[in-house]
């Protein structure tokens, strides 16, 4: 360590600060005037960065100066087609099912890529009149990383000049802390939402191609850049231009400074600090949501004027339910018989159950209590890491392991919600993406305990469970009653005391409902469950790794709840059977199943806003009610 490599490494940070602005910028553009979490905001950068190269590769010298804003203009008019034919028609469905619609464009858009492209990195060439390097304290710094120092306050002046000194951008920020207030003033807000929209692509679009001297163009651009931009647009608060520069800033130049640190020996300990810039972003996030809410920049958010459809109360099942659930049971009974000569669909039987319990402690969460998560994984992860360990570390037997996961996934769920639970909205569910960032990278990390990036093999059943058709008996077993335990927590006085303070928390503290304590409780309670899950998988497959615990795992298990229906108890169910069965089918089918995935996803998000089977239980409910109006 030394001053110069403590230098070279700011600069380094203030570097990958501007590149990180760009992208960020854009999407707390996008939601703070569209309310819409864009998921697909990453891919606008991947973008950016092929069509760069494209377009270098067939120009001179003065190609990538050229290309560079036709890129970002490529971007922007991409984003206004997205705007135009997907967005523009669910802006009144729930902001979940947005946000579901974009994680369909990501697929959509990687597969094209890959398509155009192929999967082989590209390395463009570096910038014209930029090769060369300049000396600072004795080191070369990179002439091009200088030029992108000054880029990022170049924009973000020119940003300000565009919100303040015009018509629009005083629309913009107007929309962006009340746009029911713009509407009533008479500003069309469909075009005003596709101008920010194109703008905010063509910023992501920006980002990605001024990378392209500095790393090749690559298929995992998109989810790598995402969660680092929602941590900067969530720190620096939501549709704020000015904290999204400071958050880059602050998110870079620590990790920087990590990286400068490198291995330290703290009181006879060695602690790598380079190793903390996984998981650094994450914990400046962290830290920031729970000292101040609305980021450091940010304002609270104005409550909406224009309240959506109150929501059906949940009733008990019917005979018509009770009788198709029975069949239901009936048929999985059966399974193994009916395909003994299809050993692999017991496998995928199986898949579908682990995924279906996981599904629905995630659904206990965000349907009932009203709390959105995104790092639900951490749960499952614990969970499969816990009973994994307790059969590798511990000695322990499977009987005794499928407990210790499931306590491991709530005593997790217990420490994170009590710091979620103060939170609602985007907010919480960013906190919980943190601590399920910092879960993921201590598991990562921990080589001699937990395998690291290996993970642990050898886990496999106990031997009177060596069978697929015995083990797929136990797990459907351990389901159905897990399943059962849920709704039966949800027709108890708590469950009913956990919606009465999701539908109205000032209502429920009125009459001596804790709503904070409520959802507490419920976050424990969906931990476990979910810890269920994971011990589950973990034997099923005979190996873990940290991928369980990643933010893939967590966005599949929001697919499987959004898909399904959030307003009904068979919804996740539902959704995680179909999402796991397409993805299966569709991976065995075809090289571009992404794409083909995100289409299906897509078409039943047009068709179906309120899920699957939200869809055909609205239907049946309008059957049963006399003709003329409701009972």
């Known amino acids: 360590m030394n001053l110069s490599g403590l230098a070279v490494q700011l600069l380094n940070g203030l ?46 010298w003065l190609g990538f100066w050229v290309a560079v804003p036709v890129a970002a203009l490529v971007v922007g008019l991409l984003g206004v087609v997205v705007e135009m034919t997907v967005l523009r028609r669910i802006y009144r469905a729930p902001e979940l099912f947005q946000l579901l619609a974009t994680f369909a464009l990501v697929l959509v858009i990687k597969d094209a890529m890959l398509w155009l492209f192929g999967p082989e990195e590209l390395l463009g060439p570096r910038a014209p009149g930029m090769k060369g390097a300049v000396a600072i304290l ?15 306050p170049i924009v973000l002046g020119a940003l300000w000049l565009l919100f303040t000194r015009t018509r629009w951008g005083t629309l913009v920020r107007a929309a962006t802390q009340d746009r029911e207030m713009v509407g009533a003033l008479g500003v069309n807000q469909v075009w005003l939402f596709t101008a920010v929209f194109a703008l905010g692509a063509a910023l992501a679009g920006l980002g990605g191609a001024l990378q392209l001297p500095r790393e090749p163009a690559n298929l995992e651009m998109d989810l790598n850049i995402i969660g680092s931009a929602f941590v900067v647009v969530v720190v620096g608060g939501m549709g704020s231009i000015p904290g999204a520069f400071v958050a880059a800033l602050l998110v870079s130049e620590i990790k920087a400074v990590c990286i400068w640190l490198g291995l330290v020996d703290v009181f006879g300990f060695e602690i790598s600090f380079s190793k903390l810039t ?59 018989a009916v395909s003994s000569s299809d050993a692999y669909a017991v496998v995928l039987a199986i898949d579908l159950l682990v995924a279906s319990l996981f599904a629905a402690s995630l659904h206990f969460i965000m ?118 335990l849920l709704r039966r927590f949800l027709f108890s006085p708590f469950g009913y005391a956990m919606r009465a303070g999701r539908d109205s928390p000032l209502r429920a503290d009125a009459i001596g409902i804790d709503v904070k304590r409520q959802q507490w409780a419920a976050f424990a309670i969906a931990g476990g469950f979910a810890g269920v ?11 873990i790794s940290p991928e369980t615990l990643g933010v893939g795992k967590s966005v599949d298990g929001l697919v499987m709840v959004l898909l399904g229906g959030i307003q009904t108890l068979v919804g996740p169910v539902v959704g995680a059977v179909s999402y796991t069965w397409l993805q299966d089918v569709m ?28 869809f055909f239980g609205q239907l049946w409910q309008a059957r049963r009610l006399p003709a003329g109006g409701a009972r």
């Open 138 to 152: 004795g080191r070369n710094f990179p002439t091009y990383d200088l030029f992108l120092i000054v880029v990022g």
């Open 278 to 336: 996984l998981v650094a972003e994450f914990a400046v996030m962290a830290v920031v949501l729970v000292v101040r809410p609305w980021g450091l920049m940010g304002k609270p958010q104005a409550a909406p004027r224009v309240m959506g459809e109150a929501e059906l109360p949940i009733r008990p099942a019917d005979r018509t339910a009770l009788g198709v659930a029975a069949f239901v049971v009936l048929a999985l009974l059966s399974l193994p």
């Open 587 to 614: 991976a065995r089918s075809t090289d571009y199943w992404h794409a083909l995935l995100g289409a299906v996803i897509l078409i039943l998000v047009l068709l179906f806003p309120q899920g699957i089977a939200g």
């Open 533 to 543: 899950a994971g011990a589950l998988f973990a034997f099923s497959k005979g190996s």
């Open 15 to 60: 570097a990958g600060a501007s590149s990180l602005f760009l992208v960020s910028a854009g999407l707390s553009l996008i939601f703070g005037v569209t309310r819409i979490v864009n998921f697909a905001h990453g891919s606008f950068y991947m973008v950016g960065i092929y069509v760069a190269y494209a377009l270098v590769e067939r120009l001179d």
């Open 367 to 484: 349907g009932p209590a009203g709390m959105h998560s995104f790092g639900h994984a951490a749960y499952f992860g614990l969970g499969a890491y816990g009973a994994a360990l307790a059969v590798r570390k511990l000695g322990l037997p499977m009987e005794a392991a499928l407990v210790v996961g499931p306590l491991a996934g709530a005593v997790g769920a217990l420490i994170v919600g009590w710091f979620c639970v103060r939170l609602s909205g985007v907010y919480l569910a960013m906190l919980t993406l943190a601590f399920a960032q910092i879960v993921w990278a201590g598991v990562y990390q921990w080589d001699s305990f937990t395998g690291g990036s290996n993970g642990l093999t050898g886990v496999w059943p106990a031997p009177w469970l060596a069978g697929k058709q015995a083990y797929y008996y136990l797990t459907l077993a351990l389901v159905l009653l897990a399943l059962w």
